[in-house]
């Protein structure tokens, strides 16, 4: 495959070159002309669409930028009054106008001529449920959800605590937990635990405001609960609510049996009467934790180097992302919790932000997010905004298959033999970590937007029964009950992303089959990689899985077939 150049922004074909968003003011023109403008002929709704996908673009890359930068600096007060006036004077203009453009679209004559191309079956798909979705007096209660997600990001961001006489992010005291040093493992995990505990109540009074505000949204919808509108939102049509309880329970029987017999053998090697959750991360044969590299600069350096062995072309994706400053990777006080990949959708080279500290967790983490860019590039020249965009199964697909597949060169993060088969045996631990994890943060969604009256004590009871059924038997919880209480209270997409999750279990099965393709042929494996990740959202889920040569598939037995896979692998390490 060629390589890429530093990419020029598309020249623009509807709005000036020179153009930027200041107020909704300077926008509203564009949109009036897309609704009074005639499409009647094939070539007027084909450049009506080319328009809108343009005005979309520019629009979502101006809201990514104010996000980039409000995360990378919550303490940044202009940064965060900025997206702040995104979401309350841009946005609520925009969902009534893009309601009209829906059904103009869906009313236009040639709309069923264009449904024989490529990727128009989808966006008509999307675009129906959007109308049928679509509710005026929602508009400022997303206005209001998204004012009420941006405190988690301030209040989790604020979250320090003093070590050794050092102000460390949680991130940065997370490392810690990883100390050889029993005592000094528990001092940590006591003051990170006591500083989230420290924000349980105000986070648990957010939380209950955003269940309401959501509730209330379905309800205007016509739709009976949170959790059945977000499957219609998020163009869920290749699965269903049930499906994801037959994965639940196809991971309670044959994922957390494993996890348990880890566990055992963690307790024993470690030689402890009790395991205690601030054992669960240091190497279990007493061995210092694993360094992958040293600093920001050091860890770009080899993640471009392992990326350009797999294929040159993936090396020159993330070299562009460099060069052109789109990289943060380095945890800081004031930075936002987490890692994500923001598509950037009009220039088409993303962002990374990241919270590097020095850890192996942290080079997965940019083969992850570097997975997303990757997909980005390869979707970046496809001829609409929402052709760019594919679901989420398949967005978590591209990344978690690189983590995978990157395994064949990390012998440039860890040059020492031992160190690497230690770095394999952690990435294939952490997948069956992974898969309970994400079944129990789903049912716990399910039954929170099934039940949005639920009182806080409630929820707290809810959350340790469905914890237990996918938790290990092992580790010793008498003591930390409170900081298990709220333990769901630091994963973000609670907050942030409802029902965004499940989507990490779909696709750490399909990046399991895929990394397992890539062991038989690599060049074919990551071929279908590549293949999948080009078709954007142009194909449903199962046709983009099938095209990677994998099924999109979370039955019982398929499961127990790939968890097979993956104890032959941890055994021959």
């Known amino acids: 495959m060629s390589s890429v150049s530093i990419p020029q922004r598309p020249a623009r074909k509807f709005l000036p070159t020179d153009f930027t968003i200041t107020n909704w003011q300077a926008l509203k023109p564009y949109f ?19 328009d809108r996908s343009e005005l979309e673009s520019i629009i979502s890359e101006d809201l990514g930028w104010r996000y980039i930068k409000m995360t990378c600096y919550t303490d940044n007060e202009e940064y965060g009054k900025n997206y702040q006036d995104f979401v309350e004077n841009i946005q609520p203009q925009i969902a009534p106008y893009a309601d009209q453009l829906n059904r103009k679209l869906a009313a236009a004559p040639g709309l069923t001529q264009l449904e024989q191309q490529p990727g128009y079956k989808i966006l008509i798909r999307n675009l129906k449920k959007d109308i049928e979705l679509f509710r005026e007096e929602n508009i400022p209660l997303f206005t209001q959800i998204n004012t009420e997600t941006q405190k988690y990001a301030q209040l989790s961001g ?73 499957f219609k939102s998020y163009g869920r049509f290749d699965y269903t609510p049930k499906d994801c309880f037959n994965f639940h329970e196809a991971i309670a029987t044959e994922v957390v049996p494993i996890l348990n017999q880890l566990s055992a053998e963690r307790k024993q090697k470690l030689g402890v009467d009790k395991l205690k959750p601030w054992d669960k991360a240091v190497d279990a044969d007493g061995l ?23 294929d040159p072309f993936l090396g020159q994706c993330l070299s562009i992302m460099k060069e052109m400053g789109h990289l943060d990777l380095e945890s800081r006080k004031g930075k936002a919790p987490g890692g994500y990949n923001y598509p950037l959708a009009e220039i088409g080279v993303p962002f990374i932000f990241m919270n590097a500290t020095s850890t192996m967790r942290d080079m997965t983490t940019i083969m992850h997010e570097g997975g997303h860019a990757v997909h980005n590039f390869l979707t970046k020249d496809l001829a609409l905004a929402d052709f760019k965009s594919p679901p989420m199964e398949v967005a978590e697909l591209a990344s978690m298959s690189m983590e995978l597949i990157s395994m064949q060169h990390w012998d440039i993060f860890f040059t020492d033999e031992a160190e690497l088969k230690r770095a394999k045996r952690e990435q294939l631990e952490d997948i069956i970590e ?21 009182t806080p004590d409630m929820r707290k009871q809810k959350w340790n029964e469905v914890f237990a059924r996918f938790a290990d038997t092992i580790t010793d919880w008498s003591g930390q009950e409170m900081a298990r209480d709220y333990m769901w209270q630091k994963q973000l997409h609670l907050y942030e992303v409802p029902f965004y999750y499940i989507e990490y279990g779909m696709a750490q099965l399909g990046a399991i089959a895929l990394w397992r393709n890539y062991k038989l042929n690599n060049q074919k494996g990551l071929e279908g990689y590549m293949n ?12 983009i899985y099938a095209a990677a040569g994998i099924k999109f598939d979370f039955s019982r037995t398929y499961i127990k077939e790939l968890m097979e896979f993956v104890k032959q692998e941890l055994a021959a390490i």
């Open 32 to 50: 009036d002309d897309l609704v009074s403008r005639s499409v009647d002929t094939t070539a007027e709704l084909e450049k009506w669409l080319t």
């Open 158 to 230: 604020a979250m320090t605590v003093e070590i050794d006489g050092k102000e460390l992010t949680l991130q940065q005291a997370g490392v810690i937990l990883q100390s050889t040093d029993r005592a000094k493992r528990e001092q940590v995990y006591h003051k990170i635990s006591e500083r989230r505990l420290k924000d349980n109540e105000t986070l648990d009074l957010l939380f209950t405001d955003l269940i309401q505000l959501r509730h209330q949204v379905s309800i205007n919808a016509g739709q009976p609960n949170f959790r059945d509108y977000m």
């Open 288 to 310: 210092p934790p694993l360094k992958a590299f040293e600093n920001g600069k050091d860890l770009t350096e080899k993640s471009i180097e392992c990326f350009r062995r797999l």
């Open 434 to 454: 992974t898969l309970p994890w994400v079944a129990t943060i789903d049912q716990f969604q399910h039954w929170i937007y099934e039940n949005p009256a639920h």
């Open 532 to 543: 999948a990740l080009k078709l954007g959202n142009l194909n449903t889920i199962p046709e």
